[in-house]
Protein backbone atom coordinates (compact mmCIF):
# COMPACT_ATOMS: atom_id res chain seq x y z
CA UNK A 1 0.00 0.00 0.00
CA UNK A 2 1.05 3.25 -0.99
CA UNK A 3 0.65 6.87 1.11
CA UNK A 4 -1.62 8.97 -0.92
CA UNK A 5 -0.24 12.77 -0.18
CA UNK A 6 -2.53 13.42 2.79
CA UNK A 7 -0.96 10.50 4.80
CA UNK A 8 2.82 11.08 3.95
CA UNK A 9 2.19 14.39 4.91
CA UNK A 10 0.86 13.37 8.30
CA UNK A 11 3.94 10.46 8.65
CA UNK A 12 6.36 13.19 8.22
CA UNK A 13 4.52 15.61 11.00
CA UNK A 14 4.46 12.36 13.07
CA UNK A 15 7.96 11.17 12.69
CA UNK A 16 9.08 14.79 12.61
CA UNK A 17 7.65 15.43 16.11
CA UNK A 18 8.94 11.85 17.79
CA UNK A 19 12.09 12.79 16.68
CA UNK A 20 11.79 16.22 18.14
CA UNK A 21 10.61 14.63 22.06
CA UNK A 22 13.45 12.07 21.53
CA UNK A 23 16.05 14.80 21.09
CA UNK A 24 14.64 16.35 24.33
CA UNK A 25 14.13 13.36 26.45
CA UNK A 26 10.90 12.75 26.28
CA UNK A 27 10.69 9.06 25.09
CA UNK A 28 6.90 8.78 26.41
CA UNK A 29 6.08 11.61 23.81
CA UNK A 30 7.89 10.33 20.76
CA UNK A 31 6.12 6.75 21.64
CA UNK A 32 3.34 8.57 21.64
CA UNK A 33 3.65 10.08 18.54
CA UNK A 34 4.73 6.96 16.50
CA UNK A 35 1.86 4.90 18.02
CA UNK A 36 -0.32 7.39 16.82
CA UNK A 37 0.90 7.31 13.26
CA UNK A 38 0.95 3.82 13.38
CA UNK A 39 -2.78 3.25 14.66
CA UNK A 40 -4.05 5.58 11.98
CA UNK A 41 -1.83 4.16 9.25
CA UNK A 42 -1.99 1.01 9.94
CA UNK A 43 -1.31 -1.53 7.09
CA UNK A 44 1.06 0.65 5.63
CA UNK A 45 5.06 -0.88 5.70
CA UNK A 46 6.29 2.39 4.70
CA UNK A 47 4.89 3.98 8.45
CA UNK A 48 6.62 0.48 10.35
CA UNK A 49 9.90 1.26 8.48
CA UNK A 50 9.67 5.35 9.16
CA UNK A 51 9.03 4.08 12.62
CA UNK A 52 12.64 1.85 12.62
CA UNK A 53 14.45 4.23 10.79
CA UNK A 54 13.66 6.31 14.02
CA UNK A 55 14.63 4.29 16.72
CA UNK A 56 17.77 3.00 14.60
CA UNK A 57 18.68 7.05 14.13
CA UNK A 58 18.35 7.06 18.12
CA UNK A 59 20.38 4.04 18.52
CA UNK A 60 17.91 1.71 19.38
CA UNK A 61 18.24 -1.15 17.56
CA UNK A 62 16.16 -3.94 18.89
CA UNK A 63 13.35 -1.96 18.50
CA UNK A 64 14.24 -0.50 15.01
CA UNK A 65 14.80 -4.33 14.00
CA UNK A 66 11.59 -5.20 15.33
CA UNK A 67 9.68 -2.73 12.93
CA UNK A 68 11.70 -3.53 10.10
CA UNK A 69 10.51 -7.16 10.50
CA UNK A 70 7.09 -6.17 11.00
CA UNK A 71 7.48 -3.90 7.81
CA UNK A 72 8.34 -6.99 5.93
CA UNK A 73 5.43 -9.28 7.59
CA UNK A 74 2.95 -6.14 5.50
CA UNK A 75 5.16 -6.42 2.52
CA UNK A 76 7.61 -9.29 2.04
CA UNK A 77 9.02 -8.01 -1.01
CA UNK A 78 9.62 -4.69 0.50
CA UNK A 79 13.30 -4.27 -0.49
CA UNK A 80 14.02 -0.99 1.94
CA UNK A 81 13.20 -3.35 5.01
CA UNK A 82 15.00 -6.41 3.93
CA UNK A 83 18.32 -4.29 3.36
CA UNK A 84 17.41 -2.19 6.89
CA UNK A 85 16.95 -5.26 8.48
CA UNK A 86 20.62 -6.66 7.70
CA UNK A 87 22.01 -3.25 8.23
CA UNK A 88 20.75 -3.45 11.57
CA UNK A 89 21.18 -7.29 12.04
CA UNK A 90 24.97 -6.58 11.06
CA UNK A 91 25.30 -4.44 13.80
CA UNK A 92 23.66 -6.39 16.44
CA UNK A 93 26.08 -8.75 15.64
CA UNK A 94 28.71 -6.04 16.77
CA UNK A 95 30.21 -5.84 12.79
CA UNK A 96 30.94 -2.34 12.16
CA UNK A 97 29.52 -0.73 9.41
CA UNK A 98 31.46 2.51 7.21
CA UNK A 99 30.25 3.87 3.67
CA UNK A 100 32.72 4.77 1.67
CA UNK A 101 31.55 7.08 -0.80
CA UNK A 102 32.78 7.24 -4.29
CA UNK A 103 34.92 10.34 -4.12
CA UNK A 104 36.41 8.12 -0.95
CA UNK A 105 38.29 5.44 -3.17
CA UNK A 106 41.20 5.68 -4.82
CA UNK A 107 41.97 6.03 -8.31
CA UNK A 108 43.95 3.61 -9.89
CA UNK A 109 46.64 6.27 -10.37
CA UNK A 110 46.99 6.87 -6.70
CA UNK A 111 46.43 3.15 -6.00
CA UNK A 112 49.49 2.35 -8.19
CA UNK A 113 51.87 4.92 -8.28
Known amino acids: MNLNGNEQS ?10 AAFTQGDETKA ?8 ITLTS ?13 DFGNLILARAYFQEALYKEPDNAEAQICLELVELQLAGKSLRVVRPTEQPTLFEEYS
Open 44 to 56: CAAVEIAVAHVFE
Open 10 to 19: YLQEKIGLAR
Open 31 to 38: LAYLQEAR
